[in-house]
C-alpha cells in the first residue's frame, strides 16, 4: 500500500476512535481504550528509531521515564503547572536523547551494541531515580496532590473530579490528541526527505553514506523525534496516574512495550503500532478473562501470551499483523480485476 | 540539596582490602553466569537476552530437587547440568534457529520474548514469592582478618575456575571443540568440509545453557530464587561479558572479577543504592571506548 494509502486508512481509523467511544458510557472499556492507545504512542516512538531507522533500542524506558519524572518533579517541587511543564518534559528528554545518541552514534555503536547501550542506559537512570533521593523522592517515588476542585480540571490537567463529560473522557481524549498529533508527525516524517533518507540509513548504512547521506545526522533527528513522542507518553502517564516511581518510569516493563506493538502491528508503517496495541490488549484481555474463569486470578498470564505473539510473528509475519492485512487486501483485489 | 556537597568517604586499607576481596567471590559468581553467555556469542554472535531467565529456571529446578527429595545444590548439578544442555539444545534447534531468519536484531528480540514467557511463566507457577535452600554448611567458612567468607562462596570460586578451565579443555582437545571453533571462524567454509553448521550451533548453546545450570547450583545456597533473579544476574552478566571480550573464557572470568571487585567498592563509597550505578558506568564507557573488551579481538 502506498502512503496515500496509509493516510486513508490512518484517518478512518483516527475517525473512529474520535466518534467510537461516545457510544460506550462503560468505564472498563474507555480504560482499555486508554491503555490500547498509550501504548500506541510508546510504541511509535520506538517504531520512529527501530522501525524507520533500523536503530534496536531496548531501553526506550529511559525516554518515557525521563519525561515523566521531569513532568512530575517539576510540578511537586516548584509548583508549576503542568500545561507549562510538559514543554519542558519534552525538550528535556529530547536533550537526554541528543546525548545518548550522540555518544552511541559517534562510537558507531550499531545492531546489538546499539541495543545493550541503551539497555545500559535506562539501568543508570533507573539506579539514579532510585538512589538520588534528594532530588528524586529516591524509591518511594513521587505523589503529586489531586485537585478535587472541577472548576480548576482544566487548568491543573486533572479530570478526577471535573464535570461528568471530561470525567469520563478526559484522559481518553487526552490520550487520543497525543496519538493524532504523533501519528500525523510520523506521517509527515515518513513522506519527508529526512524519513527517506533515515529508511536508506536502515536499508544499507554504508550505501546511504556513499550517496552523500549524512548518516550520523539522519539518526540523531530519529533519536530526537522519537524521545519526543515517547516523553509525551510519560507526561500523560504522570497526569493519568500523579504517581511515578523507578520502577515504573526506568523498569525494564516501559521498554518491553514500547516494541511489542510495533513488531507485532508492523515495523516501520504508520498504523502498525496502533493495531499491535489493540491486537496484544485485546488477546491480552481475553487472555486474562479466560485463565481467571479457569484457576483464578494470577499475574503474568497476558505477558505469557505476549511473549508467544511476539516470537510467532517474528517467525511467521516479519511485517507483521500490517503487512498480513495488505496481503489479503492485494490478493482480494486481484480477485476482483480478474 | 546534599547532594551537590557530596564527600568519598574515607576508610582504611583493611575495609577496602576486605571489601575488594568479598568482591572477587561475588565476581566469580558473575563470572559463572557469564561463561555460558560468552559461549554462546563467540559462536553463535548471539546475544543471549533469555540468559537470566534460564538461570532462574535452573535454579527454580535446583530448590525444587531440594525440596522433593532432599537432593544437595551442588549434588544436583549431575541432573541440571545435562537438563540444561538437552533444554538449550531444543531451543536454539526448534524455536530460536527457526523464528529469528539469522537476522542479529530478531535474534535479540526472539530471546527477549522468550525471556519474557519463561519469566512469567514462573511468576504464574511459583509466584513471586523468594524461596531459599537451607544447607547445613551454608554459614560456616573461614575468618580472613578483614572479611568473613563462607563455604558455599568458595565453592563458586573454584566452580568458576574449573568450569572455565573444562571448557577450555574441551574446545581445545575434543572434535566438537574443534567444529565449534571453525564454525565460530568461518561458517560457510565449515559447512563446506561437512560440519553440521546448525547442529553446532544448538550443541553450542546446549553449552551455555548447561554452564548456566551449573552457575545456578552454585548460586542457589546463597542467593533465594524468585522470578525476576535473572533480570538482577543478566545486566552484569552482558557487563562481564562486553568487558572481557565477547566470546572469551578468560574474559568473562577477569572481567567477572574485575565487575565484582569494582561493585564492592562503590558501594563501600557511594552507599548500597548508588553503589552499584559502578556496573552501568562501566558497561557504557567499554561498549563506547572499547567494545572489543579486554581479551577480545577488534571487530573487524
Known amino acids: ?338 | 540539596m546534599d547532594f551537590f556537597d557530596f564527600n568519598l568517604p574515607s576508610y582504611g586499607w583493611s575495609t577496602v582490602l576486605g571489601s575488594a576481596i568479598s568482591g572477587v567471590f561475588l565476581g566469580s559468581i558473575y563470572a559463572l553466569v557469564a561463561l555460558g553467555l560468552t559461549l554462546i556469542y563467540g559462536v553463535l554472535h548471539i546475544i543471549n537476552f533469555a540468559h537470566g531467565a534460564l538461570l532462574m529456571l535452573a535454579m527454580y529446578a535446583v530448590y525444587f530437587l531440594w525440596q522433593a527429595f532432599g537432593i544437595d545444590p551442588y549434588l544436583a548439578m549431575l541432573i541440571v547440568v545435562p537438563g540444561g544442555f538437552v533444554f538449550g539444545y531444543l531451543l536454539q534447534r526448534g524455536v530460536i534457529g527457526k523464528a529469528s531468519h539469522g537476522r542479529d536484531e530478531i535474534i535479540l528480540l526472539v530471546t527477549l520474548g522468550i525471556s519474557i514467557i519463561i519469566e512469567n511463566a514462573a511468576l504464574f507457577f511459583f509466584s513471586a514469592t523468594e524461596r531459599s535452600v537451607r544447607v547445613p554448611y551454608d554459614l560456616d567458612g573461614f575468618d580472613l582478618g578483614v572479611t568473613f567468607v563462607v563455604y558455599p562462596e568458595l565453592a563458586a570460586l573454584g566452580g568458576s575456575l574449573l568450569i572455565t578451565f573444562l571448557l577450555w579443555l574441551f574446545m581445545i582437545k575434543t572434535d566438537t571443540g574443534k567444529a565449534i571453533r571453525a564454525v565460530a571462524k568461518e561458517r560457510q567454509g565449515a559447512r563446506l568440509v561437512g560440519i553440521n553448521v546448525d547442529h553446532i550451533f544448538a550443541v553450542c548453546f546446549g553449552i551455555g545453557v548447561a554452564c548456566v545450570a551449573a552457575a545456578a547450583s552454585l548460586l542457589v545456597p546463597t542467593y533465594a530464587v524468585h522470578p525476576q533473579i535473572g533480570y538482577l544476574f543478566v545486566l552484569i552478566a552482558f557487563t562481564v561479558v562486553v568487558l572481557g571480550g565477547m566470546g572469551s573464557f578468560v574474559g568473562a572470568l577477569v572481567g567477572g572479577f574485575l565487575i565484582g571487585i569494582f561493585e564492592q567498592l562503590g558501594r563501600l563509597y557511594l552507599g548500597e543504592s548508588l553503589g552499584v550505578i559502578t556496573i552501568s558506568f562501566i558497561f557504557i564507557l567499554v561498549l563506547l571506548f572499547r567494545p572489543s573488551g579486554l581479551f577480545g579481538k577488534p571487530a573487524g
Open chain 1, 1 to 338: 500500500m502506498n502512503s496515500r494509502g496509509q493516510l486513508l486508512g490512518l484517518c478512518v481509523l483516527m475517525v473512529i476512535l474520535a466518534i467510537g467511544p461516545l457510544l460506550i458510557s462503560s468505564g472498563r472499556w474507555i480504560e482499555f481504550l486508554e491503555l490500547t492507545l498509550f501504548v500506541a504512542v510508546l510504541g511509535q516512538g520506538w517504531n520512529v528509531l527501530a522501525g524507520y531507522g533500523g536503530q534496536y533500542s531496548f531501553g526506550h524506558a529511559v525516554f518515557f521515564g525521563t519525561g515523566a519524572y521531569i513532568q512530575a518533579l517539576l510540578q511537586f517541587k516548584f509548583g508549576w503547572n503542568p500545561w507549562v511543564a510538559m514543554w519542558f518534559a519534552m525538550s528535556g528528554t529530547t536533550l537526554i536523547a541528543a546525548g545518548i545518541g550522540y555518544l552511541s552514534f559517534r562510537y558507531g555503536l550499531r545492531g546489538s551494541y546499539f541495543a545493550l547501550i541503551t539497555l545500559a542506559f535506562a539501568e543508570a537512570f533507573h539506579v539514579l531515580a532510585r538512589s538520588l533521593d534528594s532530588i528524586t523522592e529516591g524509591g518511594r517515588g513521587v505523589q503529586l496532590s489531586l485537585n478535587q476542585d472541577p472548576s480548576q480540571a482544566i487548568a491543573e490537567f486533572q479530570f478526577n473530579f471535573a464535570g461528568p463529560f471530561l470525567k469520563t473522557y478526559g484522559f481518553y481524549y487526552t490520550i487520543f490528541i497525543i496519538l493524532l498529533i504523533t501519528y500525523l508527525l510520523t506521517w509527515l516524517m515518513s513522506n519527508s526527505r529526512f524519513g527517506a533518507q533515515l529508511i536508506a540509513v536502515r536499508e544499507n548504512e554504508e550505501a546511504a553514506m556513499a550517496l552523500g547521506i549524512d548518516a550520523f545526522r539522519v539518526k540523531m533527528k530519529a533519536i530526537c523525534l522519537s524521545a519526543i513522542i515517547t516523553s509525551s507518553a510519560g507526561v500523560y502517564y504522570v497526569q493519568k496516574f500523579l504517581f511515578i516511581e523507578p520502577g515504573i518510569a526506568y523498569g525494564p516493563a516501559k521498554s518491553v512495550e514500547a516494541l511489542f506493538a510495533p513488531i507485532i502491528g508492523g515495523l516501520g508503517t504508520i498504523v502498525g503500532p496502533l493495531l499491535g496495541s489493540f491486537f496484544i490488549h485485546g488477546v491480552g484481555e481475553v487472555a486474562k478473562e479466560v485463565i481467571v474463569y479457569f484457576v483464578g486470578d494470577r499475574p503474568g498470564v497476558d505477558l505469557i501470551f505476549f511473549g508467544m505473539i511476539l516470537i510467532l510473528v517474528l517467525a511467521f509475519l516479519p511485517r507483521g499483523l500490517y503487512g498480513l492485512l495488505e496481503m489479503l487486501w492485494l490478493r482480494l483485489r486481484g480477485k476482483h480485476n480478474a
